[in-house]
């Protein structure tokens, strides 16, 4: 069965940082790339960053690319998301998802999410 699981997110303070994690199971890790999302109620689903599996090529949302990194541990079938410098505005929860080879905003596959809040 094929599973998205994040993990990592909490209280953050203003100006921290913090590292969300997406594991993955159920299907072919070296086919697929993954996109980090994020969503504020009320507001639009945001892509983050992807990276796909097939040539670890990444990218990233020319808004948001600075302060989040996108990397992964093949031999632990994990991509993560480094956030750093947060702010009130990186409050979300933030979601990984899957699609086969390339990145692009078309995933087929979600996990269920992970709340990031940014406060004093």
């Known amino acids: 069965q094929l599973q998205l699981v994040e993990s990592g997110g909490g209280l953050v303070q203003p100006g921290g940082s913090l590292r969300l994690s997406c594991a993955a199971s159920?299907?072919?890790?070296?086919?697929?790339?993954i996109t980090w999302f994020r969503q504020v109620p009320g507001k639009e689903r945001e892509a983050i960053a992807c990276l796909s599996n097939v040539d670890g090529s990444t990218d990233y949302a020319p808004s948001l690319k600075g302060r989040f990194t996108i990397s992964r541990d093949n031999a632990e079938k994990t991509v993560y998301l480094r956030i750093n410098s947060l702010k009130s505005d990186d409050t979300a929860i933030y979601y990984c998802?899957?699609?086969?080879?390339?990145?692009?905003?078309?995933?087929?596959?979600w996990g269920q999410g992970t709340q990031v809040t940014v406060s004093a």
């Open positions: 998802a899957a699609k086969d080879y390339y990145c692009s905003n078309d995933v087929r596959y």
């Open positions: 159920g299907f072919t890790w070296d086919d697929k790339a």
